[in-house]
């Protein structure tokens, strides 16, 4: 009998990884694969933050940011990689856990979720009683930097040194990775989130303009839209900080490319930091095979040859950068690695 409970338990609930990122959340279901990509955003109405007053989660919630009449508040539930609203965060990952298990589950899943590297003790609990609040059965959290590097097929057990740079909307991790251990990493609270409030910035120093935040998101998402080798120009729609009046500013691709810099600059000194700690046969494996870049906002343009020019490490960008983390940390769970698993 007590052998057959585990089986039962198996057959009765689903596994389920999870990246609840600052930006999005990735929800991943054993043998059918990524089933939810949304942005991490809950619309409640009135002051309570509970399900019952919730109207809203992930995508549709996405659209309505900013844009939310009196009476209903979007509420973003993590800033810069952990929880900062629990109860935002639980209702966001009941909706989301439930959406992907569809009607077939009977118990809570046995889920993985994914935190960033340097989480304190303190915020790994918060992840972990949301989870289970939120009707997860069973749930443990594995590395980011890890996960990524599962993701991207790296045999992370061989004693071979790997360095791994995720840079999400909220955080930057630089991990140098060798026998399925951490040897070193640094976390910045800072990522994509901080290049689009360097435009806001710009944008309201340099032409008396205050966007929105997706605005500011949107005109960083154009760079990568922008053609290469033109230096092209579109409009950005705001409030004239002097009249109050709607106005639209043409600006180029160059300069919003510039008004990022400062940002990124941050992200470059943190990756040279990490290499300068790495022990040198660490080093030379890194420089053999590449550092891999993973997270969303590695897809700046450019920013992989600006690593090589300024780094002098050779880069391996993620086939799909917004899923490395998942990916990896759904392996971690069905390959049983106890040893990566909290
Ligand atoms: N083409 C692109 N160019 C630049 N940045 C992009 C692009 N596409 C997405 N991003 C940025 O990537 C970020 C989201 O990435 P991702 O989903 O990996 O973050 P996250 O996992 O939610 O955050 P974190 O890991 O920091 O908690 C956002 O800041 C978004 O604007
Ligand atoms: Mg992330």
Redesign the pocket.
């Known amino acids: 009998m007590s052998e057959l409970l585990p089986a039962i338990t198996s057959w009765l609930s689903t596994d389920m990884a999870i ?1 609840m ?4 959340t990735r929800v991943y279901v054993k043998n059918r694969g990524i089933v939810l990509r949304e942005p ?1 955003v809950v619309t409640v109405r009135g002051d309570d933050t509970d399900s019952r007053a919730a109207i809203a989660v992930g995508t549709a919630a996405g659209t309505m940011l900013g844009r939310t009449p009196a009476g209903l508040r979007s509420i973003r539930p ?1 800033r810069e ?1 952990v929880i900062a609203d629990f109860e935002a965060a639980e209702v966001m990952l009941r909706s989301l856990m439930r959406r992907a298990m569809g009607k077939r589950a009977i118990l809570g899943p046995r889920a993985v979720l994914g935190i ?1 590297y340097g989480t304190t003790d303190l915020e790994q609990r918060a992840i972990r009683d949301c989870a289970e609040a939120a009707g997860a059965g069973s749930v443990s959290l594995v590395e ?1 930097p890890l996960a990524a590097a599962m993701g991207a097929e790296v045999d992370i057990t061989e004693p071979i040194g790997h360095m791994i740079v ?1 840079i ?4 930057t991790q630089v991990a140098v990775i060798s026998m399925a251990g951490i040897v070193h990493g640094f976390s910045l609270r800072m ?3 901080a ?2 409030d360097a435009i806001t910035r710009h944008m309201s120093h340099e032409h008396g303009l205050a966007i929105g935040a997706r605005t500011a ?1 949107n005109a ?2 154009h ?2 839209r922008a053609r290469k080798g033109t230096d092209e120009r579109w409009l950005v729609k705001g409030r004239d900080l002097e009249s109050g009046y709607p106005r639209a500013v043409e600006v180029r691709a160059t300069e919003i490319r510039s008004a990022i810099d400062p940002p990124i600059r941050k992200i470059l000194e943190t990756i040279h930091r990490a290499m300068e700690k790495t022990p040198p046969e660490l080093l030379g494996d890194i420089v053999d095979r590449g550092l891999l870049l993973s ?3 590695a ?2 343009p450019r920013l992989d040859e600006e690593i090589r020019r300024v780094i002098g490490l050779p880069v391996v960008m993620a086939e799909d ?2 899923s490395m ?1 998942v990916m990896g940390s759904a392996k971690a769970l069905a390959r049983k690695m106890n040893t990566l698993l909290k």
Not at 21 to 24: P, R, Y
Not at 168 to 171: A, E, I, N
Request: net charge negative; hydrophobic share 30%.
């Open positions: 990246d990122g600052t930006s999005n991490s993590l990689g960033p980011a995720d999400g909307g909220g955080t990522g994509g989130e290049m689009d998101e960083k998402l760079l990568t997270g969303g906002a897809l700046v950068p917004f983390v």
